[in-house]
């Protein structure tokens, strides 16, 4: 799998592919839902020396969704189900089910 794939799956979890969605109140634009700080940090957060490990997918969707440390945030894990279901609908990962 690779990263657009990802990309593809949390699109279509965040907004269904609404280019124009706005949520968070007004701080979250576009398909991804993504607020003005994350563009310019994001990239810092998942890396395997901040883990300690190899990144997965799993992280970094749910550091998109829960912010530096979504990782391990116990909030984040019903989000990735959802990006998880999209990435095995779409055959991009094997259903562990």
Excluded: F
Excluded at 57 to 73: C, L, Q, T, V
Aim: proline fraction near 2%.
């Amino acid at each position: 799998m690779n990263i657009i794939t990802l990309i593809l799956a949390i699109i279509a979890v965040e907004s269904s592919g609404n280019d124009l969605a706005v949520g968070d109140n007004g701080d979250a634009y576009g398909c991804l839902q993504i607020h003005a700080c994350y563009v310019q940090d994001a990239s810092e957060y998942a890396k395997e020396d901040r883990l300690g490990r190899p990144v997965t997918i799993e992280d970094i969707a749910r550091i998109h969704n829960g912010g530096p440390n979504g990782y391990k945030k116990d909030a984040t894990i019903k989000y990735w189900k959802k990006v998880e279901a999209e990435l095995i609908s779409r055959g991009a990962i094997a259903s562990y089910n």
